[in-house]
């Protein structure tokens, strides 16, 4: 059964009876929420390491290529996140405030975008893929297997461009597990791929680092097919002609105002981490395998937060929709109290485990040293940065956008990077002293946005 409202088709389920979620019980919505995010989010971040735990059987070599690979993806995974943060932001909105129509075009002009933006990120990372890890600082030793893994995974970049918009447009109407199911399914299949072709097993050539690019290409190419198959089936059936008549000019604008500054905190901190990257890689190959290893356990520290976030800003932006705007502020103090006890919980555990883990992953002393040194440090990162990922997350969904990515432009680069590089380098500190400029960074913007939220001032800057 399908709801037409002027012209824009979704199916009954997508949008409902929006005032349903005045009588629902927001935590226990909250809750049901954030299970599947969870595991979503943790599935797309075990791709890549799945691709470090197996690469490091290959030598921590190819391990630092791949990770400062990963760095320069995520970098441009950010610019289509900037459409699909975008999107994800205005249909909550517009979900909560029961507009179809508005609904669908965002979705559509998201995707019509991303499209074009994937096809230029494709042929530049396939066409310059030694051009780009050079100006980043790859060593030499590093160079080739970090060039055959960009060709590779950069080649097929086009899919999660799609992916990502198909994904929010479904995650903002409350369709979290589905998202989620195909994760699971792609991850099965990153990590047989991984098996089969960096070892040459079943059949196949041991590939090495070819492998495993090409299992998490093909991995998020099933993703976006399956996605795209399911948004149609249970989201939205189409997008007809009369949708564009006239030409949503209002949705583009709104989208570019959201999608832009929201965006811009994201892309401002990933070219920070990038620089300092540039950085570790001058200290030693063996800093910067440290931080790759480091930072692939660490995820998983604060996953949780960032599960909860995303569940509470759908759900705050539902509310700011309704114009509930008390009601977004109690739900969201919830979430961030919930986030900072289990983050910290599982923080100091890693930090515990730390010992035991690295020695799994490699037998290099100096790295087994550093590493556990870096998790220790790590319990108090992740109390700026449950703030920081609260803070930004609901101050977004809310409608407030440019004032995030102010605060993480000044603060990334005058302490996330130069503090960092000032202690690592010149001040001789290496990784650890890396890490205590990380520790500021994500302290500092915390505390700042934390005030921002609790003095209201994104009161009544809803889109919708």
């Not at 970090?146 to 799609?162: N, S």
């Not at 803070?391 to 605060?407: I, K, Q, S």
Request: net charge positive; aromatic share 10%.
């Amino acid at each position: 059964m399908t709801l037409t409202m002027s012209g824009a088709k979704l199916s009954h389920n997508t949008m409902g009876n929006a005032s349903n979620y005045q009588t629902v019980n927001l935590r226990s919505r909250l809750t049901r929420l954030t299970l599947p995010i969870f595991l979503d989010i943790a599935l797309v971040m075990l791709v890549g390491a799945v691709d470090t735990v197996m690469l490091s059987h290959c030598g921590d070599g190819p391990v630092a290529a791949v990770g400062m690979v990963n760095q320069l993806v995520n970098l441009v995974f950010l610019l289509y996140q900037f459409l699909s943060i975008g999107a994800g932001i205005l249909c909550a909105q517009y979900f909560g405030a029961g507009q179809t129509r508005r609904f669908s075009q965002t979705v559509a002009i998201a995707l019509a975008l991303n499209l074009l933006v994937g096809l230029g990120a494709s042929a530049a990372l396939h066409f310059n893929a030694g051009e780009l890890l050079s100006l980043m600082g790859l060593r030499e030793d590093t160079l080739p297997p970090g060039i055959t893994y960009l060709k590779i995974v950069g080649a097929l970049a086009l899919f999660p461009a799609l992916s990502l918009t198909l994904g929010a447009s479904m995650r903002s109407a409350g369709k979290v597990v589905e998202p989620m199911a195909i994760n699971i399914l792609a991850n099965v299949i990153n990590a047989i791929g991984n098996y089969a072709l960096i070892f040459g097993h079943f059949g196949f050539p041991a590939m090495g680092v070819a492998g495993a690019a090409w299992a998490t290409a093909f991995a998020r190419t099933v993703q976006f097919v399956l996605l795209a198959v399911m948004h149609t089936v249970r989201h939205i059936p189409s997008f007809p002609p009369s949708l564009f008549r006239p030409f949503p000019w209002q949705e583009l604008k709104n989208l570019m105002t959201v999608g832009a500054p929201a965006v811009g905190e994201e892309l401002s901190y990933c070219l920070s981490q990038v620089a300092v990257i540039y950085f570790i890689n001058r200290i030693s190959t063996e800093a910067l395998a440290t931080k790759t290893y480091c930072s692939n356990l660490i995820m998983f520290v604060f996953l949780f937060c960032i599960a909860v976030t995303h569940g509470g800003d759908i759900l705050v932006g539902h509310l700011v929709g309704q114009k509930r705007y008390r009601a977004a502020y109690l739900l969201g103090s919830f979430f961030l109290r919930r986030s900072m006890l289990v983050t910290l919980i599982c923080s100091a555990a890693l930090a515990a485990a730390g010992p035991f883990i690295l020695p799994m992953l490699t037998d290099n002393e100096t790295i087994i040293r550093t590493g556990i040194a870096i998790l220790a440090l790590d319990v108090i990162l992740e109390v700026g940065r449950v703030r920081n990922i609260f803070a930004c997350g609901t101050l977004r969904a809310a409608g407030d956008v440019v004032y995030p990515v102010v605060v993480g432009v000044t603060v990334q680069w005058s302490v996330g990077v130069g503090v960092a590089c000032l202690l690592g380098l010149p001040l001789g500190l290496g990784l650890v002293g890396v890490w205590i400029g990380f520790i500021l960074d994500e302290n500092l913007r915390g505390i700042i946005l934390s005030r921002r939220w609790h003095s209201l001032k994104w009161f009544g800057k809803s889109f919708a």
